[in-house]
């Protein structure tokens, strides 16, 4: 998960309670009951299993052997083999790598995008605001697949333009958050109080207001990883997203479709990952807010 | 009061729709290249290209560019596609119809299967009846919908031959598109509708409910659900929008027509006039949800109805 | 016989204790105030007698609870829903939210005549009329056409007070009716309610944490601290002679203007919540006449004419 956090580095700087409190104590409260440890643990493996894909994976990813094409699990390919004869357990170790990277990258610019958008219009206030909510306000009623679908066709497929796809799909929903966070904080005595003893206004903004409000921006960043996954392997899916031969779980499944009858495991297993780790993300989400006691701060917005 | 309130609505649906016509009208401009070449075919005579500069003002600036295009549509015109050579507003007309039907089944088994679950779960005060139903709405909100669509079609059409594999045929045709749709939708539904329902109970004036003696039925069903669908109608009335887009992804696994597939091929193609025409029958559905979404709460919540806005 | 009398009530949520040895009695005609700062066990005792605990998740371990001479603690449900509303009502503490925003309060008074008086729509709605009347509701008509929303707190009080008359009702309990009001409304409802007691001959039960409130206008006071009962009595011995120190602390925070020599006695101290109530007698620890025995021994009541004080040092001078 150190991935989601990376890219806020410059908020990072800021000595803060909150950011400091998410770290520590609440992940820890987090993990503290069975659900939390299940899927946290399991959100940790799979990290880890992307990281050292090449180390665990027990076949090249990419090694074709079409004499033992769509064969089903068993030894000494444990998951099968698509039509190629590629060993599907090791392009689902390596398609981690590619979906959550995909997934955490585009939501990590989503963040800071969206928290910059929304700090500012919340702030700032006025003309600025109005013309930001409308926009956000816009893309947030429609379905997330359909923006990305826009974004993928206008500047064509492959793996970064999803990673932006992914990234505006999700901004309406950081900026809107950040927004409210801020306006609810604006209202709080011991911000009119620092205002009032003249403080600059970026000292406001990165000083107290930001710090305060990145709890839920990130906690809703990691639900966001979820969806984020579901919605790059849509995508590859379409064969919009990851070209071959770079494994994804979404172009694994495409791929698979051809091959439907004759091999369902190439569609059922990376399946399967990414619903399991979605229902991981969701559940430790839900553990986390549940620790940063922030669930009435979310529903606000 | 209520009728104000629509005509407040309604007034705010314009700046609204202006700004999605410009982002739908742009596309075509943002693509890379020459937007008369994204709007022409490969190979066109430069008579065909001129007709359409002519037609479509493509010399002029794209301030009369874009009010050409919008007293176009405004008579019906959505523009030639490209690939198919035909009327986008033909296209429409054959594939919107499909649509309609999934959506509209879809959004009727998500809202009634939906809202049941909910109140069963919330009422019910069973631990084990709850824990299911929260199970499920995890499932159905998180499991991607083309690789349920995928597993319905390899369990149930492949497996067991109960529907057909794809298309659009009969009935039957539409039994699994219309679960894969309601599945996440029911999800989304049930947990709307306990949540709301949950609130709704720790409100303080149910506690003067009770003490005036009313059984728990009367109080659950004429005033606890009232409040409930609140939230719930609000969800709905946007699910619209999303049914009809989300639908993308299942017409093409289904291999149904419909306004999804036809805009998933179109944008493949890169037929830009008929990506547009989807997109703005797709944005107009969610507006229209939005409202009607709207126009339900002010009728239920007197307190919405009065609001200054 | 009383009307509504509460002996050694107690209340547990699960494995917690927050209500025990609460007792009291009132007639017809009669008010008696349950005073005590929040978190004492007022408004639990209450809801105990509303026979609504089991709605918050709690249940009546001791004691017993009898009104017009039934015991109510193993009554079943829809044998209480007929008291509730109908021969018992509940004035609760936050006007503002104790109307369904979402219905007109025409319609919400009727409710409770249409159920308990078996009275068509009608009727109902002519009957609630009167009594908005009665409560001195400027054009009752033109109200019962009105959402909550679009009327003041005190108003919405007096509905609720409507509601809960609307059945003609023996007992009335009234938890806090005033607290969330403006002053001069506190005042007006008050009076309201002590004319109500005067004209129908009800029984109020009236939770405060205001004694100048019990001072104008009960016959009889218990005083609460801790989930437990203090002192009660008259009204008259208890302000002329209080026994326990609190009560005395509790007089003493009264303002009395006019004798230039008006002093407000803050208790010092905050008042245990349910997860730590003191050993021994729950005042201790804010009592400034604690001693040893205090820490350890639970007081027993001590009857001092028409009062009972539970303090070990009660009739003792300090």
């Known amino acids: 998960m150190t991935a989601t956090i990376s890219p806020l580095g410059r908020f990072a700087r800021i000595k803060n309670r909150s950011l400091g409190a998410l770290s520590r104590t609440s992940v820890g409260r987090a993990f503290s009951s069975w659900i939390g440890k299940i899927a946290g643990g399991f959100i940790i493996l799979l990290v880890l299993t992307a990281i050292f894909a090449p180390w665990i994976a027990p076949f090249d990813y990419a090694a074709q052997d079409l004499m033992n094409g769509n064969q089903p699990p068993g030894w000494p390919h444990l998951l099968g083999t698509d039509e190629f004869g590629r060993d599907v357990l090791s392009r689902v170790i390596y398609g981690a790598r590619t979906s959550l990277s995909v997934s955490a990258t585009a939501i990590a610019i989503s963040i800071t995008a969206g928290m910059t958008l929304g700090a500012a219009a919340g702030y700032f206030g006025g003309l600025f605001e109005r013309v930001v909510m409308t926009i956000v306000d816009l893309t947030w009623s429609f379905p997330d697949i359909l923006i990305a679908l826009i974004f993928v066709a206008i500047i064509g497929p492959g793996l970064t333009s999803t990673t932006f796809a992914i990234a505006i799909a999700y901004l309406a929903q950081f900026t809107r958050l950040t927004r409210a966070q801020i306006v609810r904080l604006k209202r709080e005595t011991f911000i009119e109080a620092t205002i009032n003893l003249g403080a600059k206004p970026h000292h406001i903004l990165f000083r107290h207001l930001l710090p305060n409000a990145i709890a839920p921006v990130i906690v809703v960043g990691m639900l966001a990883i979820g969806d984020g996954i579901v919605l790059e392997a849509t995508l590859g899916f379409f064969g919009l997203g990851a070209q071959p031969p770079t494994p994804s779980w979404g172009a694994m499944m495409s791929s698979g479709t051809a091959q439907l009858f004759l091999s369902p495991w190439v569609i059922i297993f990376p399946g399967v990952v990414v619903a399991v780790t979605v229902i991981a993300v969701n559940l430790f989400g839900d553990e986390l807010i549940s620790a940063l006691d922030i669930r009435e701060r979310l529903r606000g917005s | ?309 | 016989m009383s009307m509504l009398s509460v002996r050694d009530l107690g209340v547990a949520f699960g494995s917690i204790h927050p209500l025990s040895g609460v007792s009291f009695s009132v007639d017809r005609g009669q008010t008696i105030g349950i005073v005590g700062e929040s978190g004492s066990g007022k408004s639990l005792t209450a809801m105990s007698v509303m026979g609504l605990l089991p709605l918050i998740g709690g249940r009546i371990t001791d004691g017993n609870i009898e009104f017009d001479g039934q015991d109510l603690t193993n009554l079943p449900e829809t044998a209480y829903r007929k008291l509730r509303g109908g021969r018992i009502g509940l004035i609760t503490q936050n006007p503002m939210t104790s109307l369904d925003p979402l219905k007109k309060i025409g319609p919400q008074v009727d409710a409770v005549a249409i159920l308990h008086l078996e009275m068509t729509p009608k009727e109902a709605r002519a009957r609630t009329e009167d009594i908005l009347e009665t409560l001195r509701i400027p054009e009752p008509a033109l109200i019962c056409d009105r959402y909550p929303h679009q009327m003041s707190g005190g108003m919405k009080q007096r509905i609720v007070i409507a509601m809960a008359l609307a059945a003609d009702p023996d007992v009335l309990i009234a938890d806090e009716p005033t607290t969330a009001l403006d002053v001069t409304v506190q005042a007006q409802i008050i009076r309201l309610l002590d004319d109500l007691v005067k004209e129908r001959d009800l029984a109020l039960v009236l939770i405060t944490h205001d004694m100048s409130v019990v001072a104008q206008t009960c016959d009889k006071v218990v005083v609460m601290y801790a989930g437990r009962a203090l002192e009660f009595g008259t009204v008259e011995t208890i302000f002329d002679a209080p026994q326990h120190p609190y009560t005395q602390a509790l007089i003493g925070c009264i303002p009395r203007g006019g004798d230039g020599t008006a002093k407000l006695d803050g208790i010092p101290g905050t008042v245990p919540t349910v997860m730590n109530y003191p050993k021994g007698c729950p005042f201790h620890p804010r009592c400034t006449r604690a001693q040893e025995i205090c820490t350890t021994t639970q007081p027993e009541f001590t009857s001092y004419g028409d009062s009972a004080a539970a303090c070990h040092f009660a009739g003792v001078a300090p």
């Not at chain 2, 049941?116 to 139903?133: A, E, F, K, T």
């Open chain 2, 1 to 309: 009061m209520l009728l104000r309130y629509t005509f407040q609505r309604l007034l705010m649906l314009i700046p609204v729709s202006i700004s999605i016509s410009i982002v739908i009208f742009m596309i075509v401009h943002l693509l890379p290249g020459d937007p008369i070449d994204n709007l022409l075919r490969i190979g066109s005579s430069p008579e065909d290209r001129e007709a359409l500069v002519a037609r479509y003002g493509l010399d002029r600036s794209l301030f009369v560019q874009y009010f050409t295009w919008i007293g176009n549509l405004f008579q019906g015109d959505f523009g030639q596609a490209i690939v198919l050579r035909r009327p986008v507003i033909d296209l429409i007309g054959q594939n919107l119809p499909y649509s309609l039907v999934l959506g509209g089944l879809a959004f009727a088994f998500s809202s009634i299967v939906g809202m049941s679950l909910g109140i069963i779960s919330s009422v019910v005060r069973n631990p084990i009846i709850d824990r299911l139903v929260r199970g499920f709405i995890l499932l159905g909100s998180t499991v991607p919908g083309f690789w349920l669509a995928l597993l319905l079609i390899l369990f149930f059409a492949v497996n067991l031959r109960w529907f057909p594999v794809s298309g659009a045929g009969g009935w039957d045709s539409l039994v699994l598109p219309v679960l894969t749709i309601g599945f996440g939708g029911v999800a989304l539904v049930a947990r709307v509708t306990r949540v709301a329902l949950m609130d709704a109970r720790r409100e303080d004036f149910v506690m003067l409910l009770h003490a005036k003696g009313l059984s728990h039925n009367t109080i659950l069903f004429r005033h606890l659900m009232p409040h409930a669908l609140l939230p719930v109608v609000t969800i709905l009335a946007l699910r619209i929008g999303w049914i009809l887009g989300g639908a993308v992804t299942v017409e093409f696994v289904f291999g149904r027509p419909g306004l999804g597939s036809l805009l998933i091929r179109a944008l493949g193609q890169r037929d830009y006039p008929v990506v547009q025409g989807c997109l703005l029958m797709l944005a107009l559905a969610v507006m229209l949800g939005t409202l009607i979404g709207d126009i339900a709460q002010a009728a239920m919540d007197p307190r919405v109805r009065e609001a200054k806005t």
